[in-house]
Every structure is written in structure tokens, then in C-alpha cells.
């Protein structure tokens, strides 16, 4: 006689998965513990033990996936927003380690992020493994393993929790998208300027430059 499998009532089904995240590759989804069923200890347990990360959504762990170039592309914005705050004292700069607990069990990694000091009580960087806020600028470089309704999914978390801007990076288009909402957003390509708006005022980066090979 056959047996019917019986979920915990949390878990999730691979039918969840795709509503969440759409047709994201299953390798990314961690399944120890059971999709739906991770916490915020099992994000830090990964990236203390396994140096892994991964993003907290639902109970589920993602693992954020960068390639060579779109870890370039990362830093080197970074590099260059660094800079800029070395002669304009507005806030720090995280990288892709910096993760952001934005609500209770929703934690957010950015590629780069930007912090004003209005956002740090005292302008002290915490010590904790979560920064217990949202950034004023998030970026996310777009790797081929990402998909649009994860991506999707990725701003509607991001202005729910008040961060300001959020910089979409397309290696392969050339491309920056500047959201200012889910809904509004400007592309900006190789000929354009990237500006930093209300959020680092003064800043200004030649996309040409930034995507030309090093």
C-alpha cells in the first residue's frame, strides 16, 4: 500500500516556491532546514559555519548567487560611494555581507548599501550580525539566476521598509535602474549619468566608465 507524505504545516511546496519567487533554480533554496521553516539564527549559523548567504523570506533561505563580474561591478560601486562619503560625511557603505533585518523574519542582503547617519543613533555602526533597519540605498546587481518575480518581490520589501532608493545594476544591458518606488523608475544607460538624487546629493558617476572593463 502506497503512503501519502504528510508536510509540517510551515513547509513549503515546490508549487510555493515558484508563486514566491517565480522559476528561480531550486539549488538556491536551502532545504535544511525545511523551506518555510528557517529562522533568523539559521541566516547566522550559515554565515558564521559555512560562510554562505543567504536571504530569509517566509521561513525560506535563498542564497544570494553572485558571479565573478557582477561581484566586480559590486565592490568597485562600493569603492566609488566610499569616496564619495570620505569628502561628504552623509553615512557608511556595506557590502555584500552587510544584512538587514527589515521586519521580523525578513532579512535582506544588498550587494552595496548606503546607511545615513540619521538611520545610526549615534552615529555607532552596530555590532550586532542584523542591522536592525532598512538602508536609504540599496543595490542589487542583477546575476542570471535572479529572477523578475524575486526581483519583484526584492522592491516591494525594500520601500515597505523605507528605504529611499533602490539601484537595479544590469551587467549584461549596461543598464542602471533607479527605482524611487515598486511602481517608478528610471533607466539609465551607458550615455547617462548616475546621480544620487536626495539620498547622497552631490553624487555623480559616468555609467560609460563604470561599465567599461578594468
Not at 508536510?7 to 508549487?15: I, K, M, R, W, Y
Not at 553572485?66 to 561581484?71: N, T
Not at 557608511?92 to 538587514?100: E, F, P, R, T
Request: aromatic share 10%; with cysteine; net charge negative.
Amino acid at each position: 500500500m502506497a503512503h501519502v507524505t504528510e508536510l509540517a504545516p510551515d513547509t513549503c511546496t515546490v508549487v510555493d516556491l515558484a508563486d514566491r519567487f517565480g522559476p528561480i533554480p531550486l539549488c538556491r533554496i536551502r532545504h535544511d532546514p525545511p523551506p518555510g521553516l528557517a529562522s533568523e539564527d539559521d541566516v547566522v549559523e550559515l554565515h558564521d559555519h559555512e560562510d554562505r548567504l543567504y536571504e530569509l523570506i517566509d521561513g525560506i533561505l535563498v542564497e544570494k548567487t553572485v558571479g565573478a563580474y557582477e561581484s566586480y561591478l559590486a565592490v568597485w560601486l562600493g569603492h566609488l560611494l566610499c569616496t564619495f562619503l570620505q569628502e561628504n560625511d552623509l553615512g557608511i557603505v556595506l557590502g555584500a555581507d552587510g544584512m538587514m533585518r527589515l521586519s521580523p523574519g525578513l532579512v535582506r542582503i544588498p550587494d552595496v548599501s548606503f546607511i545615513s547617519w540619521e538611520r545610526l543613533p549615534d552615529r555607532k555602526v552596530p555590532r550586532t550580525p542584523f542591522f536592525d533597519l532598512a538602508p536609504d540605498l540599496a543595490v542589487e546587481v542583477i546575476s542570471k539566476s535572479n529572477t523578475r518575480k524575486e526581483m519583484d518581490r526584492k522592491l516591494a520589501d525594500y520601500f515597505a521598509a523605507a528605504v529611499r532608493q533602490v539601484w537595479y545594476v544590469y551587467p549584461d544591458a549596461r543598464e542602471v535602474h533607479v527605482y524611487t518606488s515598486p511602481e517608478q523608475f528610471t533607466v539609465l544607460g551607458e550615455q547617462d549619468t548616475l546621480t544620487g538624487g536626495d539620498v547622497l546629493p552631490d553624487f555623480s558617476l559616468n555609467l560609460q566608465q563604470f561599465f567599461a572593463e578594468p
